[in-house]
């Protein structure tokens, strides 16, 4: 099972799944960079996995169904393009001869879902958490609350340490610069920075990362770490606990540069 990240618009990432003959595409925004890897390598589109509502993780659904020959998985809580399957946390979706675990993540939108295949023929296992957890960040609370955001993530961060982590946008540099501002002493974020850098200017991508990489660089997943929570004291007195520091380093990263 092949897994490959498909630009679109200007940062977004559809996830593909093949194997050779038969594919699955997680939140294709657009239509035309799906459709232009199925032609190219003769692939059958049996499914589409969507996250939540938002347009560019939405876009292309009606325009792919021409190509598809399967189900379009999405929450049961939002409105996403009909016809679709809806799916709650707990639950199953099948597709290529996969079961994927859902897992409520509310936060970045109400009713958000992600993804999870565990380890298998495939390899290592695959997160497609959407826009709930980035590379070194989380996602803008437009929606929920922080104490959604905050048990959605420490349910992802369960996840095994090798599990590959296909997040929806290359905000990864921009992160990092966030991180280190969060905890300027952190080794592990200036190593990866560094590495991230290198592969964007050699025109690479940064995903998928790992979990085991993302508590080692990711504030938002060490939100109990005397100097993450000290750097959230910074911004706002009196912030105790992890919903308040994420809250506080939500807001100070919304404004960060």
Same mark, same amino acid.
């Given at each position: 099972m092949r897994l490959l990240a498909l630009p679109a618009f200007t940062d977004n990432y559809i996830w593909m799944l093949h194997d050779g003959v038969r594919a699955l595409v997680v939140d294709p925004g657009e239509a035309a960079p799906?459709?232009?890897?199925?032609?190219?390598?003769?692939?059958?589109?049996?499914?589409?996995?969507?996250?939540?509502?938002?347009?560019?993780?939405?876009?292309?659904?009606?325009?792919?169904r021409p190509r598809l020959n399967g189900p379009v998985f999405g929450p049961a809580r939002e409105?996403?393009?009909?016809?679709?399957?809806?799916l709650h946390g707990g639950e199953r979706a099948s597709l290529l001869g996969l079961a994927f675990q859902v897992i409520d993540v509310p936060g970045h939108t109400a009713g958000h879902i992600a993804y999870f295949l565990p380890e298998g023929a495939h390899g290592a296992p695959i997160l497609f958490c959407g826009d709930t957890l980035f590379s070194a960040g989380c996602g803008r609370l437009f929606e929920g609350s922080p104490a959604q955001m905050q048990a959605s993530l420490a349910a992802l961060a369960a996840l095994p340490d090798d599990t590959r982590v296909c997040c929806a946008h290359e905000y990864t540099l921009s992160n990092l610069r966030f991180a280190a501002a969060v905890e300027p002493h952190n080794p592990a974020i200036a190593?990866?920075?560094?590495?991230?850098?290198?592969?964007?200017?050699? *025109?690479?991508?940064?995903?998928?990362?790992? /979990? $085991?990489?993302? #508590?080692?660089?990711?504030?938002?997943?060490?939100?109990?770490?005397?100097?993450?929570?000290?750097?959230?004291?910074?911004?706002?007195? *009196?912030?105790?606990?992890?919903?308040?520091? /994420? $809250?506080?380093? #939500?807001?100070?990263?919304?404004?960060?540069?």
């Amino acid at each position: 099972m092949r897994l490959l990240a498909l630009p679109a618009f200007t940062d977004n990432y559809i996830w593909m799944l093949h194997d050779g003959v038969r594919a699955l595409v997680v939140d294709p925004g657009e239509a035309a960079p799906v459709e232009t890897v199925l032609q190219a390598q003769g692939l059958q589109l049996a499914g589409i996995l969507v996250t939540h509502h938002h347009g560019d993780h939405v876009g292309g659904v009606d325009a792919l169904r021409p190509r598809l020959n399967g189900p379009v998985f999405g929450p049961a809580r939002e409105r996403i393009p009909q016809p679709f399957t809806p799916l709650h946390g707990g639950e199953r979706a099948s597709l290529l001869g996969l079961a994927f675990q859902v897992i409520d993540v509310p936060g970045h939108t109400a009713g958000h879902i992600a993804y999870f295949l565990p380890e298998g023929a495939h390899g290592a296992p695959i997160l497609f958490c959407g826009d709930t957890l980035f590379s070194a960040g989380c996602g803008r609370l437009f929606e929920g609350s922080p104490a959604q955001m905050q048990a959605s993530l420490a349910a992802l961060a369960a996840l095994p340490d090798d599990t590959r982590v296909c997040c929806a946008h290359e905000y990864t540099l921009s992160n990092l610069r966030f991180a280190a501002a969060v905890e300027p002493h952190n080794p592990a974020i200036a190593q990866h920075r560094a590495w991230c850098e290198t592969e964007r200017a050699h *025109g690479g991508i940064t995903l998928p990362s790992t /979990l $085991a990489l993302e #508590r080692q660089i990711n504030p938002f997943l060490r939100l109990s770490q005397p100097d993450v929570v000290r750097a959230a004291q910074q911004q706002r007195s *009196g912030t105790h606990g992890d919903v308040e520091v /994420l $809250a506080t380093l #939500r807001e100070w990263k919304n404004g960060f540069q």
